[in-house]
T-cell receptor, first 113, second 111 residues
Framework: KAGVTQTPRYLIKTRGQQVTLSCSPI?????VSWYQQTPGQGLQFLFE???????NKGNFPGRFSGRQFSNSRSEMNVSTLELGDSALYLC????????????FGSGTRLTVV | EDQVTQSPEALRLQEGESSSLNCSYT??????LFWYRQDPGKGPEFLFT???AGEEKEKERLKATLTKKESFLHITAPKPEDSATYLC????????????FGKGTTLSVSS
């Protein structure tokens, strides 16, 4: 079966711009989470959506937002980009809860210049 | 606050030289501990889930164990293709649906 698909794979943006990243979960998976991975901080939780509702949120500023559609596809948006937002953004999906583990996509590499 | 610490940060092994990676955790109500493998430029790949102290799981050359304070990933007779970063993560009552990750151990196996 198809895995978690993230688009685009690579993105270069300028400071101050905004960006939207997309994630298509495994078919049937209703929970989608987003993580930011940097060399210094490792993997950090951004937020989780389940049935179009944000169910959990990490400690990131309000510039980071997301949404989930009725087909479980999800998008995350970062406004007013800063150099420190350069990272690998990973999407992960699971059937319903975290207890059974998440399947991750290959990520979107965002570079802010 | 939930915390996960992995050691060592990096490990170099010769092919066939067995070793163990450590993941120590401090969480309020552990619900599960996960091991992932990550290759450069890719997302983490699921390896194991452990739920309670004393539990063990095996897959090929890998074996994961869990105690009340830490987990070990034992690698028996590693091969060069086992080279990757190994990540440990937990879910807890406090963090809810969020995975709390350690910084990982980067394993290099040379032939």
């Amino acid at each position: 079966k198809a895995g978690v698909t993230q688009t685009p794979r690579y993105l270069i943006k300028t400071r101050g711009q905004q960006v939207t990243l997309s994630c298509s979960p495994i078919s049937g998976h209703r929970s989608v989470s987003w993580y930011q991975q940097t060399p210094g901080q490792g993997l950090q939780f951004l937020f989780e959506y389940f049935s179009e509702t944000q169910r959990n949120k990490g400690n990131f500023p309000g510039r980071f937002s997301g949404r989930q559609f009725s087909n479980s596809r999800s998008e995350m948006n970062v406004s007013t980009l800063e150099l420190g937002d350069s990272a690998l953004y990973l999407c992960a999906s699971t059937l319903s809860g975290a207890d059974y583990g998440y399947t991750f996509g290959s990520g979107t590499r965002l570079t802010v210049v | 606050e939930d915390q996960v610490t992995q050691s060592p940060e990096a490990l170099r092994l010769q092919e066939g030289e067995s070793s163990s990676l450590n993941c120590s955790y401090t969480v309020s109500g552990l619900r599960g501990l996960f091991w992932y493998r990550q290759d450069p430029g890719k997302g983490p790949e699921f390896l194991f889930t452990l739920y309670s102290a004393g539990e063990e799981k095996e897959k090929e050359r890998l074996k994961a164990t869990l105690t009340k304070k830490e987990s070990f990933l034992h690698i028996t007779a590693p091969k060069p293709e086992d080279s990757a970063t190994y990540l440990c993560a937990v879910i807890s009552n406090q963090a809810g649906t969020a995975l709390i990750f350690g910084k990982g151990t980067t394993l290099s196996v040379s032939s």
